[in-house]
């Protein structure tokens, strides 16, 4: 009786162990659909609601129920949307180029070379990507006025570059502190300049960071809104999400869903397909084989 | 090719003495090895002659010229880093030919440069790999390569084999040997913390401790006329057994060193008596650890396997003529 007991309690014990893994798993993928559909939802509806015309737009529906062209037509039609979106790739563009380049120098120095005030300058560094933008308006409209960049893409990529600094800076930094110091020792005995080591030995060695810190950039300078919107004031310089706030329909009262998803989703298409692109080349462990280990 | 003049170097980092006035003279075409415990200075030594440090006083000179203010390109060196430093994401030749490219050297020299190099370290398969793609053995021929192909006045090694495991660091310390054979003349510093390194391989030994020289020499010279207790206990293994006290006393000295291989193991008739603590058998010889009564047990080497069980009495003496003498200040008195 007692062995019979004690044989039928095993079976029931291993179940309930099963169920429960089962639950965690369950539970876990719901997690997981619920995150996704969060964040991919919008852009779902945005996809859905550029594809329908006329008053279909106002028909709350979740499957493609028509197809139709008229918005994206229509947003290519305006002359000035591709004003705005050339403006957009050079700003990100520029952007990107120059941060990199300015980053990438300044964390040679300030991860390899020895100076008094290095770990002050580095707070400092830190200290300014907290500030809020809107509390550096004011201040950077002045600059700008100051150096009559006023409604050129040279006033966004200035702006930009300032906010995106701190963090390329600081990223780069870490990575650089990284890389063992004897790779560089050996390019100076090899007669490299710190010019040379900075491009054709630690470059190479730095590309996944370079490609995550520049996507970054590149991604905030494209949906940067604020300073493009106060920077600005006609189309010659207008980027595309202030000139998409700007659209307007044909009376006053009439707001173009239809035209401003459609160029949404022009606008966000070239951000999936870079970091598309990018995801293959971030590999780590590239110093593998350098040194030791 | 180069004979280097070190006079009077020093190196402090910021109030830390770390090199305290350095004087040495290495001959053209030398083997020198710096040797010396963890924290003596060599490997500051080594990098203040390449210029990776500056030299806070004192004159470093090649061949009369001094180099103080000259950059490490500029010096005629080369060195080899202990963990290879090869560039990661270069090929075995391109991180061969990279300095000569520097230098603006023509193609064909530098392929004709390389190419021999790899051939004399057997590298010659893997010229088109990446460093990732090596074992360890095989990386830190690729890095001697990259210093050959320099063509360099002075090679500097700075422990090259301490990342090897045993029986590479055997092969590799033959293919250092051969390589000071086949390349004629070139002057080699080399640092190793590694007496047996040191004993094999060089030429002369400086045996650092503190940022100071304590003796500059042969190694047999090292090895048979230790200047000073420090350089009689660093060089030798199994380390050389010190005594102190009436054991000293008696040969008038404040401290005798004997070294294991002086030590005979007599039936009863010893200077010495005491018990066994352990042996080591080692095969071609053995390895007994005496308690005679000292502070620690006296190490006897002895030829053969015989077998000597834990708290068996023996009697030892040291071979006349082999008892190292120093005085208070560990100062050499001769041997008797």
């Known amino acids: 009786?007692?062995?019979?007991?004690?044989?039928?309690?095993?079976?029931?014990?291993?179940?309930?162990?099963?169920?429960?893994?089962l639950i965690k798993r369950v539970a876990f993928f719901l997690l997981v659909v619920f995150i996704v559909v969060v964040m991919v939802f919008p852009f779902y509806y945005a996809i859905l609601t550029s594809f329908k015309s006329g008053t279909d737009i106002y028909r709350v529906n979740y499957w493609p129920t028509s197809f139709a062209l008229d918005n994206y037509t229509q947003v290519f039609a305006n002359q000035g949307f591709l004003q705005n979106l050339s403006n957009s790739v050079i700003v990100a563009a520029l952007t990107v180029a120059l941060s990199l380049v300015l980053s990438v120098t300044a964390s040679y120095?300030?991860?390899?070379?020895?100076?008094?005030?290095?770990?002050?300058?580095?707070m400092t560094i830190l200290a300014v990507s907290m500030f809020p933008q809107v509390a550096v308006l004011a201040g950077l409209f002045e600059l700008i006025r100051f150096y009559n960049l006023f409604n050129s893409l040279w006033a966004l990529i200035f702006s930009y570059t300032i906010f995106s600094l701190p963090f390329t800076v600081w990223v780069l930094t870490t990575f650089m502190r990284d890389l063992p110091v004897e790779i560089e020792e050996a390019a100076i005995v090899d007669g490299a300049t710190p010019w040379i080591i900075i491009w054709r030995v630690f470059m190479p060695l730095l590309w996944p960071a370079l490609v995550t810190t520049g996507l970054l950039a590149f991604i905030a300078a494209w949906n940067e809104y604020l300073f493009a919107l106060t920077f600005t004031s006609d189309n010659s310089a207008r980027t595309v999400p202030v000139a998409i706030s700007l659209f307007s329909g044909i009376?006053?009262?009439?707001?173009?869903?239809?035209?401003?998803?459609?160029?949404?989703?022009?606008?966000t298409a070239p951000l999936v397909v870079l970091v598309l692109v990018f995801q293959r080349k971030i590999i780590s462990g590239l110093t593998a084989g350098g040194v030791k280990g | 090719m180069a004979e280097l003049q070190l006079t009077d170097i020093r190196k402090s980092f910021g109030a830390v003495?770390?090199?305290?006035?350095?004087?040495?003279?290495?001959?053209?075409?030398?083997?020198?090895v710096f040797v010396g415990p963890s924290g003596c200075g060599k490997s500051t030594l080594l990098r203040l002659i390449a210029g990776l440090e500056t030299i806070s006083a004192g004159a470093l000179s090649f061949d009369g010229q001094v180099v103080n203010n000259l950059a490490p390109s500029k010096r005629g060196i080369a060195m080899v880093f202990q963990s290879y430093a090869l560039y990661p994401h270069m090929t075995v030749y391109d991180n061969m030919a990279f300095g000569m490219q520097l230098a603006k050297a023509g193609k064909d020299q530098i392929r004709e440069r390389v190419e021999k190099a790899a051939?004399?370290?057997q590298i010659s398969p893997y010229l088109k790999r990446l460093p990732k793609q090596l074992s360890g053995g095989q990386r830190q021929r690729v890095a001697i390569g990259r210093a050959i192909v320099r063509d360099p006045k002075v090679f500097l090694f700075d422990e090259p084999l301490s990342n090897l495991d045993a029986a590479l660091r055997v092969a590799t310390r033959l293919e250092i040997a051969k390589l000071h054979h086949s390349m004629n003349g070139a002057t080699m510093i080399y640092v190793t913390h590694d007496q047996v390194e040191a004993m094999t391989l060089a030429d002369r030994i400086c045996v650092l401790r503190d940022g100071v020289i304590e003796q500059v020499g042969t190694p047999?010279?090292?090895?048979?006329?230790?200047q000073s207790l420090f350089v009689a206990g660093f060089i030798g293994s199994p380390k050389m057994n010190f005594l102190n006290g009436n054991f000293a006393g008696r040969y008038g000295a404040k401290t005798i060193g004997v070294r294991s291989e002086h030590l005979q193991i007599g039936a009863g008739e010893g200077t010495w008596t005491g018990k066994v603590v352990h042996s080591e058998n080692l095969g071609s010889d053995s390895y007994v650890y005496v308690d005679i009564g000292a502070q620690e047990p006296v190490i006897v080497r002895e030829d053969g396997t015989k077998k000597h069980q834990p708290d068996?009495?023996?009697?030892?003496?040291?071979?006349?003529?082999?008892?190292?003498?120093?005085?208070d200040a560990g100062q050499p008195m001769g041997r008797q």
Not at chain 1, 1 to 21: I, N
Not at chain 1, 251 to 267: C, D, F, K, R, Y
Not at chain 2, 312 to 327: K, T, W
């Open chain 2, 17 to 32: 003495d770390v090199i305290k006035g350095v004087t040495l003279t290495v001959k053209s075409g030398e083997f020198m």
């Open chain 1, 251 to 267: 009376s006053q009262h009439e707001v173009p869903w239809g035209t401003i998803m459609a160029a949404s989703v022009l606008v």
């Open chain 1, 1 to 21: 009786m007692t062995t019979q007991v004690v044989a039928g309690v095993q079976p029931v014990r291993v179940s309930s162990f099963d169920l429960w893994k």
């Open chain 2, 312 to 327: 068996d009495p023996i009697a030892i003496r040291p071979l006349p003529g082999q008892v190292h003498r120093f005085d």
């Open chain 1, 109 to 122: 120095a300030l991860s390899r070379v020895n100076f008094r005030g290095r770990g002050l300058l580095l």
């Open chain 2, 119 to 121: 051939e004399l370290l």
């Open chain 2, 220 to 226: 047999i010279e090292l090895y048979e006329r230790p």
